[in-house]
């Protein structure tokens, strides 16, 4: 069964540092996102991505964070200069046009 | 977002059905419900989703009463790898869009 991988599986960083988050979403799908969870909270909505550029970002999603479709099978998120308070689970999904299908999600951890 | 409103926990015997409840009375006429589940800290998981008809597939029952208002979420033999955090999403319409997560329901299944 097709499914969305992630990589890395932790990642831990200085503050100020940039980070790039890598996903793989399933083969034939057209729409991409991000989530966070920071530890103990909700999964919360970052972006959303379909057709080469943002359709929809939510106020967490500041200049500090990009995403990029740079080829036919990878979606990155980038963080220019990570905070602490960015440290979370980060999860990305993508979809066909009904369901989401999430991935493991990559541990990030700022210091 | 119409808001859903889910019991914090539930509790299932092992080999019993789980059922899970949601109120979505908000909803309007095009708009979907979804259900997702999280277990520990791995990536959602799509569970099921409707609109007005009941809907079955491998891993569980949706039952939507029929003025939309509410819906039932059927483990018909829970196991003890069900215990997870239940999320009952809408609206969600076709096509993409931000999944908007609350604090679900954490069922606990017990040998």
């Known amino acids: 069964e097709p499914e969305v991988t992630q990589t890395p599986s932790h990642q831990v960083t200085q503050m100020g540092q940039e980070v790039i988050l890598r996903c793989v979403p399933i083969?034939?799908?057209?729409?991409f996102y991000w989530y966070r969870q920071i530890l103990g909270q909700k999964v919360e909505f970052l972006v959303s991505?379909?057709?080469?550029?943002?359709?929809?970002k939510s106020e967490i999603f500041d200049d500090q964070f990009s995403v990029e479709r740079p080829d036919g099978s990878n979606f990155t998120l980038k963080i220019r200069s990570t905070k602490l308070e960015d440290s979370a689970m980060y999860f990305c999904?993508?979809?066909?046009?009904?369901?989401?299908?999430f991935g493991p999600g990559t541990r990030l951890l700022v210091l | 977002d119409a808001k859903t409103t889910q019991p914090p926990s539930m509790d299932c015997a092992e080999g019993r059905a789980a059922n899970l409840p949601c109120n979505h009375s908000t909803i309007s006429g095009n708009e979907y419900v979804y259900w997702y589940r999280q277990i520990h800290s791995q990536g959602p998981q799509y569970i099921i989703h409707?609109?007005?008809n009941n809907e079955t597939n491998e891993m569980a029952s949706l039952i939507i009463t029929e003025d939309r208002k509410s819906s039932t979420l059927i483990l018909p033999h829970a196991t003890l790898r069900d215990t997870a955090v239940y999320y009952c999403?809408?609206?969600?319409?076709?096509?993409?869009?931000?999944?908007?997560f609350g604090q679900g329901t954490r069922l606990t299944i017990n040998p």
């Open positions: 991505f379909y057709n080469n550029e943002i359709s929809e």
């Open positions: 999403i809408a609206p969600l319409k076709r096509g993409a869009q931000k999944l908007v």
């Open positions: 999904a993508s979809s066909e046009e009904w369901s989401q299908y």
């Open positions: 083969s034939n799908h057209l729409y």
């Open positions: 409707g609109l007005k």
